[in-house]
């Protein structure tokens, strides 16, 4: 009896790691940048869309499973929001802040950048971070994982041919000769962000959330006017394409009173 209450406590030893990552989801262990690049409406005033997207897209990663603790916000007016506790948004920062989460978070990685952008980059900061430095920052910060890289800018499509690696999905806001649309001073977010925040809870995974930004961007451009069509992009690389079932999101789901 004693012999087999002792295999079967090793047993449960064994599986319970496995049934608590299974339960934790997919995204549980992954490293996580949210930045809003840039404060600037494109009249020049102030807007707060792109901190209202990097603040409310961080809450959403952690209702799609994503660990809050492995979760770093990063802003160009950081003391503006102490509550958020955002870091400073600069190329460096953000690199040494994704490389260190991504020691204890080891399964992925993903970045996302709202801003603004023309066709060699995007706004971060007082610089523009180009898409050949993004891909840099990630091949150090997160080498040998999956990645997710979202950038929200004009002109974003100029991003995924740098980006592009077998076990990345890259989703933008616009073709790379294509502007997005608000980024106004009375916004809450650009079309994008929106579209990305209002669709993700009814997404199975990446690739689906990325087909029902595209088909909202739309929706919401053609209802406005705005023109010409930004055309938001997804690039999924080939090793990870049939590996994308096994990244569903695991929703945090609010617990009942």
């Not at 010409?228 to 096994?246: C, K, Y």
Request: aromatic content about 8%; proline content about 9%.
């Amino acid at each position: 009896m004693r012999r087999a209450a002792a295999v079967i406590g090793l047993l449960i030893l064994l599986f319970s790691p496995l049934q608590a990552a299974r339960a934790a989801g997919p995204f549980s262990n992954w490293a996580a940048v949210v930045v809003a690049g840039d404060f600037h409406a494109h009249s020049g005033g102030p807007t707060e869309a792109f901190d209202n997207a990097r603040r409310d897209v961080s809450k959403t990663l952690v209702e799609l499973g994503f660990d809050k603790t492995a979760i770093q916000q990063f802003s160009v007016r950081p003391r503006r929001y102490p509550a958020q506790d955002p870091g400073r948004a600069d190329a460096r920062t953000i690199q040494d802040a994704l490389r260190i989460k991504a020691q204890t978070a080891r399964a992925g990685c993903l970045f996302y950048l709202s801003s603004h952008g023309g066709p060699e980059g995007a706004i971060l900061g007082e610089d523009l971070l180009r898409p050949h430095r993004l891909a840099a920052l990630l091949d150090q910060a997160c080498p040998d994982r999956p990645s997710v890289v979202v950038i929200s800018a004009c002109f974003s499509g100029v991003f995924i041919p740098p980006l592009q690696k077998p076990d990345r999905l890259v989703l933008t806001a616009a073709r790379s000769d294509r502007a997005s649309f608000g980024c106004g001073e009375s916004d809450k977010y650009p079309y994008f962000d929106d579209c990305f925040l209002s669709s993700a809870p009814d997404a199975r995974d990446f690739a689906a959330l990325g087909a029902a930004v595209q088909a909202c961007v739309a929706r919401k451009e053609k209802e406005t006017g705005a023109e010409p069509a930004s055309e938001p992009q997804v690039w999924i690389g080939p090793a990870l394409r049939p590996m994308l079932p096994l990244y569903a999101f695991n929703r945090n789901k609010p617990k009942q009173p």
